[in-house]
């Protein structure tokens, strides 16, 4: 008899195998009757076992079998309660399929699985099955938005936004959690990165979690600033210092620019040719350069001494960065250099001088346990190649499901069989 290998295969509990069909489409219809004598009945919840008759027959796809579709035929039983008044019945469900689903769980979480770092529409048409069938099984079994009873702690946050329509500054904001483990874990797809939106989300927070927050990183975008001050206080800010970076190499830059469209002026055009190209040079670290791009950098620098300060205004303080100062001498050296700077007469730096004294705290706090934006940047970049593979994506729900399943779908739904739901 085949019967017996294909319930062996099928992993499916309590089920007997009572007839096997190969169709001409090269797929397997597998008729299959429960094992079980009882069921539970959905008005009093106790268990019954007065058999009354089959149900309608309801047809399941499976998990494949050597490249061939597989089909699961059930009549479910029905039975009789003699408990309640007027003796309703009840029809069985079995672990392996949810009510008014065409597939099995098995089959379900196959699909899920295919979906990881892919599209809905690319697997539809792999599988060969409905579009709005997948997309009914992601709303089925990925959250919308966080389950704060599956977390005890939050411990390290980040919060980042990313534009949803290029050019068009339309923001969303990603909030995130790295975990004790190094995982990382999606809070919140927030609909704009106003103080407003981020303090209400923050006050959703539950306390308990909310006071297992030891820091949370982000750039210098004050809605974001001022709302973490708000709602967990000020030393628990972390301002990225790559995004610090940023702004003092672009006021270097911006030096450098303003000093090459001079010397184009007062320059013949052979000499200033022979400049040409060092703008990657300039932005490069010391070590980075090879001695012949640092003769043409030395060039630079005769023609343009203003240039030689700011490169090493801009080192000096990618040094103090570096040094394993304590946040107090953190801050006794970026006050040192600021004066420094001042004294110089450079104007370049004047705009950052004015973002480094209004942070000087949460850019400080970096030196406590050297935290960056990283892992926040990262989990960005995921979301980014999301959209490009999605071609667009713009419902936030949808959103924060595509990301927690590309994060832990496989964690999630790797598994066979799904009876284990």
Not at 47 to 60: E, H, P
Request: hydrophobic share 40%; glycine share 4%.
């Amino acid at each position: 008899m085949m019967e017996a290998p294909f319930e062996l295969l099928l992993k499916l509990p309590h089920i007997r195998v009572i007839r096997v069909e190969q169709t001409n489409a090269d797929a397997y219809i597998i008729t299959v009757e429960s094992t079980l004598q009882h069921t539970t009945c959905h008005t009093c919840k106790r268990r019954i076992a007065t058999f009354y008759r089959l149900d309608d027959g309801i047809m399941l796809q499976h998990l494949p079998m050597c490249g061939s579709k597989v089909f699961i035929r059930l009549q479910p039983k029905r039975f009789r309660c003699p408990f309640c008044s007027g003796s309703p019945t009840t029809t069985q469900e079995l672990p392996w399929y949810r009510p008014r689903s065409q597939f099995t769980k098995a089959y379900e979480d196959y699909l899920l699985m295919q979906c990881i770092n892919s599209t809905v529409k690319d697997v539809s048409i792999k599988e060969s099955v409905g579009y709005d069938a997948i997309e009914g099984i992601i709303e089925q079994y990925v959250q919308t938005k966080i389950d704060w009873s599956a977390h005890k702690t939050l411990d390290i946050l980040g919060i980042d936004e990313i534009a949803l329509r290029k050019g068009h500054r339309s923001y969303i904001v990603i909030i995130t959690a790295r975990m004790r483990d190094g995982t990382i874990r999606l809070l919140a797809v927030l609909p704009d990165r106003t103080k407003a939106t981020v303090v209400t989300f923050f006050q959703s927070i539950p306390y308990r979690l909310r006071r297992t927050v030891t820091d949370i990183c982000s750039d210098m975008y004050e809605a974001y600033l001022t709302a973490i001050e708000e709602i967990f206080g000020a030393d628990i800010s972390v301002i990225d210092r790559f995004h610090v970076a940023q702004h003092y190499y672009d006021a270097a830059d911006s030096l450098r620019k303003a000093e090459m469209v001079r010397l184009k002026r007062v320059r013949k055009k052979r000499e200033y040719d022979l400049l040409k190209g060092v703008m990657w040079y300039f932005r490069r670290r010391p070590t980075d350069i090879t001695p012949e791009e640092q003769e043409i950098l030395e060039c630079l620098f005769s023609a343009a001494p203003s240039l030689r300060q700011a490169y090493a205004f801009r080192e000096s303080l990618t040094t103090i960065f570096e040094t394993p100062y304590t946040k107090t001498e953190a801050i006794a050296h970026f006050q040192q250099w600021i004066t420094t700077v001042e004294e110089s007469g450079l104007t370049c730096f004047d705009g950052f001088l004015q973002l480094m004294r209004q942070h000087m705290n949460g850019i400080a706090n970096y030196f406590r346990d050297r935290l960056t934006s990283g892992f926040v940047e990262g989990f960005n970049n995921r979301i980014k190649v999301l959209k490009r593979r999605c071609y667009g994506i713009f419902n936030l729900k949808h959103i924060f499901q595509r990301i927690t399943l590309d994060l832990g779908g496989y964690a999630a739904f790797g598994r066979h069989p799904a009876t284990t739901k």
